[in-house]
């Protein structure tokens, strides 16, 4: 298993990244430089709305290259088809659980991996979570057990897919 702290990207989501850095730290940053400036120069920027919410802009935006540029520098750049292709639960791809004590047919999918590769409207799981730990590694079939708040819980893979 790998390190926790380490995120799994596909190869795809890592370029898709590195492309929205580069844009950030390019372009992105010359128009908000450019926004402060015309904000500037409309005169009292104690009042100047355009001024403050340019400034506020900036903030996210230097974050945001923050977040991915630590993201990118410890991140793990794996083949999306080879991460699941032998049927166990591996960062990348997509578990149907169902929760010991409910019905046959209750059942809940989840996205292994980082938020940046997230699926749709999949909850998120981290492979460094307590789901996560416990999931890798497991197939269709076997039931695995976690440490949650409440206690421990029980779950059952049902399915691991792409």
């Known amino acids: 298993m790998s390190d926790p702290s380490t995120t799994t990207l596909t190869k795809d989501t890592y370029e898709r990244l590195q492309r929205e850095l580069e844009d950030l730290t390019t ?8 926004a402060i400036e015309a904000a500037r120069a409309l005169g009292d920027l104690s009042e100047n709305g355009d001024y403050h919410a340019a400034k506020d802009a900036q903030g996210k935006m230097e974050a945001r290259i923050r977040q ?7 991140a ?22 169902r929760y010991e004590g409910d019905d046959e047919d209750d059942t809940q999918q989840f996205f292994v991996g980082s938020i940046e590769e ?6 998120v799981v981290s ?15 076997e039931t695995v057990e976690y440490a ?15």
């Open 68 to 74: 991915l540029q630590a993201l990118l520098k410890d």
């Open 118 to 123: 997230r699926q749709g409207d999949l909850t």
């Open 127 to 141: 492979p460094g979570s307590p789901l996560g730990q416990a999931l890798l590694g497991h197939q269709a079939g």
């Open 76 to 97: 793990q750049v794996v083949d999306g088809a080879d991460a699941h292709g032998d049927g166990t639960v591996a960062a990348g791809c997509v578990v149907t659980l």
């Open 27 to 34: 372009r992105g940053r010359v128009e908000i430089a450019a």
């Open 148 to 162: 949650a708040p409440g206690g421990t819980l029980r779950v059952e893979v049902v399915a691991v897919g792409a």
